[in-house]
């Protein structure tokens, strides 16, 4: 069994900055790409970065220059630093992985986290 777990989200005010983490935990041989996305009501979840093992970042274009992600692969982290953060950054912010279980190496299933709640109000 492979859990994703987010932490690090809170109330933080416009301008403000805020680190995001991502734990995986279980029987993983191997943890392919890694991705941030985000959910508000009414609104599709919304793609926000992503990273491969080799640490090749891609942004959305609306975080980009603002938002960083990173990983530790030896730890099964994932980590993404939100700066210049602004009100319409509020969402639930959820981790991606797609993972590779120690007992069925062959077969990489798609994993996702609960969710962590932003929120960017003065």
């Known amino acids: 069994q492979v859990q994703l777990v987010e932490s690090g989200g809170g109330l933080v005010q416009p301008g403000g900055s805020l680190r995001l983490s991502c734990v995986a935990s279980?029987?993983?041989?191997?943890?392919?790409?890694m991705a941030w996305y985000r959910q508000t009501p009414g609104k599709q979840r919304e793609l926000v970065a992503t990273i491969t093992n080799g640490g090749s970042t891609k942004y959305a274009d609306s975080v980009k220059g603002r938002f960083s992600v990173s990983r530790d692969n030896a730890r099964n982290l994932l980590y993404l630093q939100l700066n210049s953060l602004k009100r319409e950054d509020t969402a639930v912010y959820f981790c991606?992985?797609?993972?590779?279980?120690?007992?069925?190496?062959?077969?990489?299933?798609?994993?996702w986290g609960q969710g962590t709640q932003v929120t960017v109000s003065s």
């Open positions: 279980g029987s993983i041989s191997r943890i392919y790409d």
């Open positions: 991606n992985a797609v993972v590779a279980r120690s007992m069925w190496p062959g077969e990489r299933m798609s994993y």
